[in-house]
């Protein structure tokens, strides 16, 4: 089983180009991932046939904009296994669908309620929670880490208690590329009866995630990670919580009757999703899903591990390396630092040499303190990169470290 990594290069017009004379190694796929025509395609087709408002026109460009808004829901409810397409809520990325729980939350936890997450927490899935602890006076629990990066389960179950309202965690940690056990985990926290919420950002893009398997009760990611659109991402909630989810943005669209001295709300999805909402990227995020769910997402996986393999292969043989994060479930994700250098001195080598890489603290400055490294250069694989290209990265590593020695 193999992929067509050639073929599939070629649906990407981005990755074509040279930068500075050197082609273009793109090893930032956790920060965005690139837009195969396809999604480039349904956005320019949306603008240039039926760009119109949804849902509330009486002409038909209005009806099929809704059209192809509404499949666009049914895209992503099936993609991600969820009992009915109004558990899919839209919203702009996965900061916005985790605020969207957070805001819920912090009116219903009481003062000395608990909320648990982790420490390889992304800021968005990291200060949300800590927001609505101090408003409610609930209490913040952290999870602790071992030092290879794998979350601590035993600390993960003794900690959790007859008060935790709520457990957020990682799918797969940004930063260092662990994939949690979120079934076991979320299973652990239903037995207390918390409510158990997935930051999917990095998770939903390696594999399919099917939300009812999970167990969880809200699941976000985001278009742009997913080979979508940027300002567009996904918040599912289960049929029975999102149910009487407290309001979030108030405004048009949400409603149910409006008067000036009172209001009533719609129905879901609508009640969660005020305003006009960003109909191409929904469509472009859609396409997206549809492009992704046509390949053979086991070849995908095997394609990934083997760049993973081969980079930590090389990173091991590299004098003066250090792997941030080695944790026996990873995806394609490889942080290091180098001894002696700044991460930030290495990006800026490597980009001299063509090769995108993120460096700094990846959202997530307190687990850089918890494993004692101001940030690290991160290299994040995605099915469009080649064996030759983490090549070129580790070539591109020793002129770094020669010039920074
Ligand atoms: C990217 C990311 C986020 C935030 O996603 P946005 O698209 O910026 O809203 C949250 N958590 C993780 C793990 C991420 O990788």
Request: aromatic fraction near 6%; proline fraction near 3%.
């Amino acid at each position: 089983m193999s992929l067509d990594v050639r073929a599939l290069r070629e649906q990407f017009p981005i990755l074509a180009q040279e930068i500075d004379g050197n082609p273009l190694v793109y090893l930032d796929n956790a920060a965005t991932t690139q837009k195969p025509q396809a999604v480039l395609d349904a956005i320019m087709a949306f603008y240039t046939q039926c760009n119109a408002n949804v849902h509330r026109g009486a002409h038909a460009l209005s009806d099929e904009a809704t059209r192809r808004y509404e499949k666009a829901r049914d895209s992503v409810a099936h993609f991600i296994h969820a009992n009915s397409r109004e558990e899919v809520i839209w919203t702009s990325g996965t900061t916005e669908g985790l605020n969207i729980v957070a805001n819920g939350i912090a009116q219903r936890l009481q003062e000395g309620d608990e909320v648990m997450v982790t420490q390889m927490e992304h800021h968005a899935d990291l200060v949300t929670w800590q927001q609505a602890c101090t408003r409610s006076r609930a209490i913040l629990k952290v999870v602790p880490i071992h030092d290879n990066g794998a979350l601590d389960i035993q600390a993960f179950e003794d900690m959790l208690s007859g008060r935790t309202r709520l457990v957020a965690l990682p799918h797969v940690s940004n930063a260092l590329g662990t994939v949690n056990p979120i079934k076991k985990l979320a299973a652990l926290a239903k037995q207390k009866g918390a409510l158990v919420v997935i930051d999917g950002a990095q998770g939903i893009a390696h594999g399919g995630v099917d939300v009812q398997d999970i167990g969880c009760d809200f699941y976000a990611f985001s278009g742009h990670k997913l080979f979508g659109p940027t300002g567009i991402g996904v918040l599912w909630g289960r049929g029975s919580v999102l149910e009487d989810w407290p309001v979030w943005q108030t405004g048009g669209e949400m409603i149910a009757r409006v008067s000036y001295e009172a209001s009533t709300w719609g129905a879901l999805p609508n009640r969660l999703e005020a305003g006009t909402p960003n109909i191409a990227g929904a469509i472009g995020m859609a396409a997206a899903i549809d492009w992704f769910s046509k390949l053979d997402l086991e070849a995908v996986q095997s394609h990934e591990k083997q760049l993973l393999a081969s980079a930590t292969e090389q990173a091991m043989a590299f004098d003066g390396l250090k792997i941030i994060g080695s944790a026996p479930d990873k995806i394609g994700v490889l942080s290091f630092i180098i001894d002696g250098s700044h991460p930030a001195d290495v990006g800026f080598i490597l980009d001299r040499q063509g090769i995108a890489i993120r460096t700094g603290d990846h959202c997530a400055q307190p687990l850089m303190r918890r494993l004692g490294v101001p940030g690290t250069a991160r290299a994040s694989f995605s099915l469009y990169n080649t064996l030759d290209e983490v090549d070129s990265l580790f070539r591109a590593l020793k002129k770094a470290q020669m010039m920074l020695a």
